[in-house]
T-cell receptor
Framework: GENVEQHPSTLSVQEGDSAVIKCTYSDSASNYFPWYKQELGKGPQLIIDIRSNVGEKKDQRIAVTLNKTAKHFSLHITETQPEDSAVYFCAASKGGTSYGKLTFGQGTILTVHP | NAGVTQTPKFRILKIGQSMTLQCTQDMNHNYMYWYRQDPGMGLKLIYYSVGAGITDKGEVPNGYNVSRSTTEDFPLRLELAAPSQTSVYFC??????????????FGEGSRLTVL
């Protein structure tokens, strides 16, 4: 089955700096790659996703890049703010009717210091 | 809309007891899922459903059962609880329609401890 590895496990940055989280996946059939943000005591919430026919996607301060050949994808957060502090998960699935059958990475605890 | 609602939020079970985690959604989503999250780990899929009357196993189904008699409800049953089932359980729903294709909408979780 699919295996998703996520690094780093913790990331500490100063407010205004950029943060980058990287993930690798093993199954070349995976073609849907979402990123979820989980705040303390809450369920995960989708922040951005990318499909395999796209190399990069941006949404304001957040961007995701995908390298299908190398089987890795990354989350980039620019101009970080304290409210960005949370646990971030990458995930992968085969898309279509299997969109929601996600294999998650281990998570990254992001701390943004004011 | 309330979204995805899970009950209970917290529960302590003794080894060998059984219980049902409830999940209901009011978004008319066809797809529903149960994930578990162990400390310091990502979420793992237990069971999923593509519509009323249809369920299938995920990555870690052993020790659990589900049913889907209505579009709204997707309860997760734990039989003979074991310490290894201590975890936070998340229910989620999704649709392939419109602008939300692929997005999972999660409940706030149910924290289960088996002693």
């Amino acid at each position: 089955g699919e295996n998703v590895e996520q690094h780093p496990s913790t990331l500490s940055v100063q407010e205004g700096d950029s943060a980058v989280i990287k993930c690798t996946y093993s199954d070349s059939a995976s073609n849907y790659f979402p990123w979820y943000k989980q705040e303390l005591g809450k369920g995960p919430q989708l922040i951005i996703d990318i499909r395999s026919n796209v190399g990069e996607k941006k949404d304001q301060r957040i961007a995701v890049t995908l390298n299908k050949t190398a089987k890795h994808f990354s989350l980039h957060i620019t101009e970080t703010q304290p409210e960005d502090s949370a646990v971030y998960f990458c995930a992968a699935s085969k898309g279509g009717t299997s969109y929601g059958k996600l294999t998650f990475g281990q998570g990254t605890i992001l701390t943004v210091h004011p | 809309n309330a979204g995805v609602t899970q009950t209970p939020k917290f529960r302590i079970l003794k080894i060998g007891q059984s219980m049902t985690l409830q999940c209901t959604q009011d978004m008319n989503h066809n797809y529903m899922y149960w994930y578990r999250q162990d400390p310091g780990m990502g979420l793992k899929l237990i069971y999923y459903s593509v519509g009323a009357g249809i369920t299938d196993k995920g990555e870690v189904p052993n020790g659990y059962n589900v049913s889907r008699s209505t579009t709204e409800d997707f309860p997760l049953r734990l039989e003979l609880a074991a310490p290894s089932q201590t975890s936070v359980y998340f229910c989620a729903s999704s649709t392939l329609a419109g602008d939300y294709t692929g997005e999972l909408f999660f409940g706030e979780g149910s924290r289960l401890t088996v002693l």
